[in-house]
Every structure is written in structure tokens, then in C-alpha cells.
């Protein structure tokens, strides 16, 4: 991996994680968050690195923040919304879409004339949630099996100049997980739902999006990858 990578969300949990593997591949990441003192921290550890405030919702000052050269991008933002179905409001739903997934689509379009002059490759999120149905998860997983639908077609429409892939979590111990986790009894129960009976850690999940960015992911394009513990495909010995 080479040149310079832009990292969406460098401040989350897998953001800051593949922020670390980026840099000690000796390549550049740019740091992109929109809170200031945690992208500050985060960039006194990562010397060489560039840091950028930006809020993704805002496509003006994305494509600004996102200029220059880049070889990679990860789009590492996201929200999870849990809510019972008969109370998701239409805001909920367009929040959801707009920050998981509008939002990764201008961000790539802002990249993309740059990613293609060096065999560029791209990295968005999914979720289990996607493709599994979850009770209290209709707004993100529409929001996220959109992002699913996006990463296959803009992964048609720029090759071969740029690469395009997904990457599917289950629950991985972030703060945009913590409702979830934080209830230690709660966290127990899901773990246990996973044939790999445990919560994801998020440099686990950074490992594949670092493969993904690199050159030795070069003929993987438009591929949705889970790193779920087996949820999304296996059951249990339970059955
Ligand atoms: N952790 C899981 O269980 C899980 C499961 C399935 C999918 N995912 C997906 O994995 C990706 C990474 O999430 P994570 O687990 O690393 O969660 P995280 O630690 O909460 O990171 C999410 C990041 O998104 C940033 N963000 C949110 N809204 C933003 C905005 N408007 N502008 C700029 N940045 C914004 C947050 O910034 P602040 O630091 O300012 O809050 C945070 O740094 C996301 O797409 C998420 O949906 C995670």
C-alpha cells in the first residue's frame, strides 16, 4: 500500500484501527472525523499523518476535505438505529440513508477521478443487519442493504480503474455499539448467537479492510465480506 489513504470515521473504533495499520504500511492516511479533539489525539500517534474536520453529511465540504492525490478509501462511518418498526419515522429512515449511505456515494464520487489514475481501491460498510432480519432494525438495514447495492455498482462502473468492496460486520465492540454492549449480561447473550461465540473486535474487522486497500486484494472487486463469527451463514451446534 502506497500514497494516501482517506479514512472516513478515522475516529471510530475500525476507523482509528485501520488508521494504524495504514500508517505502519508506510503509507498516508488522511484522517477524516468531524470531532476535533479526538481527531487531534489521533493524529499526535500517527506522525505523517494528514487530519481533516469534516462532517460526511455536509457533500460541499467532503469533496473539499477529500482533494489531492489518493490511492484508497475507507468509509468507516455509520450509526446503528434500533427502534420498534411502528415507531421509525420517516426522519429515521432518511437519516439513516443519508449518513450510511448518500454519504459513502459522495464521497466516492468526490474520490474517484483521483482513485483511477492509480488503480484506486475502495472500502464501504454494511452490516449483518443487511441481509439478516433483525427486529428493531428496519432503518438501518435499509440504509445498509443500499450500501451493499452501491458498492456492487460502483464497483461495475469504475473498473478496472478502481476496486470496490464491502464489508459486512456483525456486532463488533465500538462506541456505535455500546447500547448494545454495554449491559454485560446483554452483550453475553449476543455473543452467543455467533458460532464464534464472542463480539467482534474491531481491528479484526480493520484487518480485512486493510486487505482490501492493498495490492494484494488487486482482482477482488464487488464482493460484500462478512466478519461476523459465522452469524450471517452457519448456525450452531444448537441448530
Ligand atoms: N460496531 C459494530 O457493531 C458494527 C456492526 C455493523 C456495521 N458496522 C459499521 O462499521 C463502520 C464503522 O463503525 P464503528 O464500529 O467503528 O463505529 P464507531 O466507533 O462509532 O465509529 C463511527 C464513526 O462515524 C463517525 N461519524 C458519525 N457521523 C458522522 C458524520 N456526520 N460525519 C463524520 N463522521 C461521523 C463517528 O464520529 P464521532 O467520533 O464524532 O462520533 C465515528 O468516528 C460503520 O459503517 C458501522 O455502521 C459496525
Redesign the pocket.
Known amino acids: 500500500m502506497q500514497g494516501r489513504v482517506a479514512i472516513?470515521?478515522?475516529?471510530?473504533?475500525?476507523?482509528?484501527a485501520l488508521a494504524r495499520r495504514v500508517a505502519a504500511r508506510g503509507a498516508t492516511p488522511v484522517l477524516?472525523?468531524?470531532?476535533a479533539g479526538?481527531l487531534a489525539l489521533l493524529a499526535a500517534e500517527l506522525p505523517g499523518a494528514e487530519a481533516r474536520l469534516?462532517?460526511?453529511?455536509d457533500s460541499a465540504a467532503l469533496k473539499a476535505a477529500l482533494a489531492g492525490p489518493l490511492s484508497g478509501l475507507a468509509?468507516?462511518?455509520?450509526?446503528?438505529v434500533l427502534k420498534p418498526f411502528a415507531r421509525t419515522s420517516e426522519a429515521d429512515f432518511l437519516a439513516a440513508f443519508r449518513?450510511?449511505t448518500l454519504?459513502a456515494a459522495m464521497a466516492v464520487q468526490a474520490a474517484a477521478p483521483e482513485l483511477a489514475r492509480g488503480q484506486g481501491s475502495v472500502v464501504?460498510?454494511?452490516?449483518?443487519?443487511a441481509r439478516a432480519g433483525f427486529a428493531m432494525h428496519a432503518a438501518?438495514g435499509a440504509a445498509?442493504a443500499a450500501v451493499e447495492g452501491l458498492s456492487v455498482a460502483l464497483a461495475a462502473e469504475l473498473a478496472p480503474a478502481v476496486r470496490v468492496n464491502c464489508?459486512?460486520?456483525?456486532?463488533?465492540?465500538?462506541?456505535?455499539?455500546e447500547p448494545?454492549t454495554k449491559n454485560a449480561a446483554m452483550a453475553e447473550a449476543i455473543a452467543k448467537l455467533h458460532p464464534i461465540p464472542r463480539?467482534?473486535e474491531?481491528d479484526e474487522?480493520a484487518a480485512l479492510a486493510e486487505f482490501l486497500l492493498g495490492p494484494d486484494s488487486g482482482w477482488i472487486t464487488g464482493q460484500v465480506l462478512a466478519v461476523d463469527g459465522g452469524r450471517s451463514t452457519l448456525r450452531g451446534k444448537g441448530g
Do not use: E, H, Y
Open positions: 472516513l470515521g478515522a475516529t471510530g473504533g475500525i476507523g482509528s477524516l472525523a468531524r470531532d479526538r469534516v462532517d460526511v453529511t468509509f468507516c462511518v455509520g450509526s446503528i449518513l450510511n454519504a464501504l460498510f454494511s452490516s449483518v443487519a438501518i445498509k464489508i459486512a460486520p456483525s456486532l463488533t465492540r465500538t462506541r456505535i455499539a448494545l463480539l467482534g474491531a474487522v
